[in-house]
T-cell receptor, first 114, second 116 residues
């Protein structure tokens, strides 16, 4: 069964610090991987998408990396802000399933403290 | 554009009651989805639709029903609510066309349902 595992489950950092969130997946063959940000009480919103040929992609203070050989991705947040407090969800498209089906990780809950 | 809207935001049901969760999108997306999110778990697909009049089961369809009479609307029906259906429900939509692997799913704000 295709799975997406994220670590850590939760993380507390001080404002201004950096952090890195990890995602390991077993989905095969690989199509693409997205990182979503989910604020409390809201739906997930896409931060970035990684395809097979991409190793690194940045979106402001967010930088995602992908190692398709080891089936690992990371999301690095630089100079964290209070507004970064949210859950970050790693989502892998499963091309073996019809209809643009996705496999979701359990998320990392990040809390940024002043 | 409002994107994906869901109503209600919160609901408490008694065991055995029924209700419909509403979902509407104004992006003219052909694909729509219903997910449930339990604490600490990844979103699980309940049902999806590839267009008006076409629906199909996802991973966890038992206890739910859907219909898709228009492109915009995709209601989720709970019959005989059970405590196991206590969860946060998200509706999503995407525009999928052939051989396009990158289509993003856009999510609504969610409905928090408690069954007591």
């Amino acid at each position: 069964k295709n799975q997406v595992e994220q670590s850590p489950q939760s993380l507390i950092i001080l404002e201004g610090k950096n952090c890195t969130l990890q995602c390991n997946y077993t989905v095969s063959p690989f199509s693409n991987l997205r990182w979503y940000k989910q604020d409390t009480g809201r739906g997930p919103v896409s931060l970035t998408i990684m395809t097979f040929s991409e190793n690194t992609k940045s979106n402001g203070r967010y930088t995602a990396t992908l190692d398709a050989d080891t089936k690992q991705s990371s999301l690095h947040i630089t100079a964290s802000q209070l507004s970064d407090s949210a859950s970050y969800i790693c989502v892998v498209r499963d091309p073996g399933r019809a209809g643009n089906m996705l496999t979701f990780g359990g998320g990392t809950r990040l809390m940024v403290k002043p | 554009n409002a994107g994906v809207t869901q109503t209600p935001k919160f609901r408490i049901l008694k065991i055995g009651q029924s209700m419909t969760l509403q979902c509407t999108q104004d992006m003219n997306h052909n694909y729509m989805y219903w997910y449930r999110q339990d604490p600490g778990m990844g979103l699980k697909l309940i049902y999806y639709s590839v267009g008006a009049g076409i629906t199909d089961k996802g991973e966890v369809p038992n206890g739910y029903n859907v219909s898709r009479s228009t492109t915009e609307d995709f209601p989720l029906r709970l019959e005989l609510a059970a405590p196991s259906q206590t969860s946060v429900y998200f509706c999503a939509s995407s525009y999928l066309f052939d051989r396009a692997p990158y289509n993003e799913q856009f999510f609504g704000p969610g409905t928090r349902l408690t069954v007591l």
